[in-house]
């Protein structure tokens, strides 16, 4: 019996810690690296709260040394997808019939196991698993992971006590069911916090969720999964699965419980989602909710009068961090020609003080890209990037996967502000800058809005203020996301809810209270005291 009304009142961010030399935090994520680094994991699926393996063993390498071997994974089939599914909605009625006040408990006891016993451990297989650095693996792995699972919580808590009005004798209520079936989660290998969020969302919200992450980002998702149970996620409510995404995809889409999906990915993946339930739509119960954040082709417009330095750093910390592996990177740049000289002199400098290798040695501010396959299509665009006329690099170019997948950080000018580096995602530390005329903003505004199907991040710096207003209504629907005088990247969650639209995502705002009503099915309750006993109304009377 619930005795009162819970409150879960607005959290505040998770501090970021520096780990700098001295640290004490510094020390205890060495120790954890060294540790990890010092054994060799075998990864079951978990399934209804029980260890599954199947002997289909595939290896976990850190990306940038890619001789060592972290562990293996056990890698599932149909078998294991169906059996995920079976789980979930075995826990269905239960996990949906628990109070709100013990389902909060569960998510904010890992959020704090996160933020304190397993902080090193988070940022460790993070920094291992996906070559992040120490920093970029703090502010995703254990800052924005805990952040979404506070926040949530109280989100939710604020839309349950949302209630419609009531007239005389009436009592009119809302309850906010989960949906009717399981939610697949599909999550991508670029941010850990991704990977936690999108399975932890829908089933705060009282759903039953089966989880499909990515395969280069098994070492941080099994992490994750395990401070759930201990946080006393009851079994099957979040099932965690190693397989192929054509074989998840065929399990759960075909099925008639299958309520929705959330999903982060490319936007070729998503639309696929899309067109497979549309075909399946007769099988279901109800209307699939279908909530992607998929690609990005995100810019950086500088205005005559920006700062320069400004514009380069944002450049610099916004197209290189983390390699460039965020939807949100800045891919292409727009600098007006009367401070190219000098943008690209800085750029150049900036870049070649970057040092690239090991997410081991804390100096290093780049590190390796995912995995052969990005490494080898990244390769192949700066190959023809070399052989182009009407493109030049200025600086990097280079790539050497002997002993990790390493590209350098590169800058190329193109004449063309339609050349493909300026159009295609590449997901890479590559930045493709165009130089236009300084007196001829609002042409250029056209081009940005108008180069990419994509519309996730995008800035503008200036210092004039009628560029910014002009900027920000033209290029209105170019971005989910807009930064002034900014870096199109570092979203924290309460602060700027993430998501884009168009070729981007179904914007739905992770980070927010407008994600959370996606995993939840409103019902209206009218209740009246005294109900008439007569049909007629006093209108019908003639006198």
């Not at 409510?237 to 065929?250: P, Q, W």
């Not at 182009?388 to 997948?405: A, H, I, N, R």
């Amino acid at each position: 019996m619930d005795l009162g009304y819970f409150s879960y009142p607005v959290p505040v961010n998770d501090p970021v810690n520096s780990y700098a030399p001295g640290t004490a935090e510094r020390a205890r994520l060495k120790a954890a690296l060294k540790e990890l680094k010092g054994e060799r994991r075998e990864i079951p699926m978990i399934i209804g709260g029980k260890e599954v393996r199947t002997g289909d063993l595939r290896d976990v390498r850190p990306p940038h040394e890619i001789a060592h071997l972290l562990g293996q994974y056990h890698h599932g089939g149909t078998q294991e997808v169906q059996q995920a599914v079976d789980a979930a909605l075995a826990a269905r009625e239960s996990w949906a019939a628990m109070s709100w006040e013990n389902r909060a408990a569960i998510f904010l006891k890992a959020a704090d196991l996160v933020a304190t016993k397993y902080r090193p451990y988070m940022n460790g297989t993070t920094m291992l698993g996906q070559s992040k650095n120490a920093f970029q693996a703090e502010i995703d792995a254990a800052c924005e992971l805990v952040d979404f699972l506070r926040f949530n919580v109280h989100f939710l808590s604020e839309i349950y006590k949302q209630q419609p009005i009531s007239g005389p004798g009436m009592h009119n209520r809302l309850e906010f069911r989960p949906l009717e079936g399981f939610v697949l989660a599909v999550t991508p290998f670029n941010f850990t916090a991704i990977g936690g969020n999108l399975p932890t969302s829908a089933a705060m919200c009282g759903n039953v969720v089966v989880w499909k992450c990515a395969a280069t980002q098994v070492y941080s998702a099994q992490m994750f999964m395990r401070i759930l149970m201990e946080a006393g996620l009851p079994d099957g409510v979040i099932n965690l699965v190693l397989a192929d995404g054509r074989t998840v995809g065929d399990v759960c889409f075909g099925n008639p419980h299958f309520a929705g999906v959330h999903f982060t990915g490319s936007t070729g993946v998503f639309n696929g989602m899309w067109k497979t339930v549309g075909e399946n739509m007769g099988k279901y119960r109800s209307y699939p909710r279908l909530v992607g954040e998929t690609g990005g082709k995100d810019f950086v417009l500088a205005h005559r009068s920006a700062d320069v330095d400004a514009v380069v750093t944002g450049l610099l910390r916004g197209a290189f961090e983390y390699q460039g592996q965020k939807c949100s990177a800045a891919s292409r740049c727009y600098i007006p020609s009367n401070m190219a000289d000098e943008v690209r002199e800085k750029l150049v400098a900036g870049i070649k003080a970057f040092k690239m290798g090991t997410v081991e040695d804390f100096s290093n501010f780049v590190n390796a890209v995912i995995d052969e396959k990005s490494f080898d299509s990244l390769a192949g665009y700066l190959d023809q990037a070399k052989k182009d006329q009407d493109v030049k690099v200025l600086v990097g170019g280079g790539y050497d996967k002997s002993v990790g997948y390493f590209i350098e950080p590169t800058v190329l000018e193109a004449t063309d502000p339609q050349y493909r580096t300026m159009c295609e995602e590449l997901f890479g530390p590559v930045l493709t800058l165009h130089v236009y005329d300084a007196d001829r903003f609002d042409e250029i505004l056209t081009t940005v809005d108008t180069t990419s199907p994509y519309a996730l991040t995008g800035a503008v710096f200036s210092q004039d203020r009628a560029a910014v207003e002009l900027a920000t209504n033209r290029l209105r629907h170019a971005a989910g996301n807009f930064y002034i005088n900014d870096k199109p990247t570092g979203a924290v969650v309460g602060q700027q809810p993430f998501g884009g639209a168009r070729g981007s995502g179904t914007n739905d705002k992770a980070g927010s209270m407008l994600n959370l009503y996606r995993w939840l099915s409103a019902r209206t309750i009218k209740e009246t005291f005294v109900p008439p006993t007569d049909y007629r109304y006093p209108f019908l009377s003639e006198a």
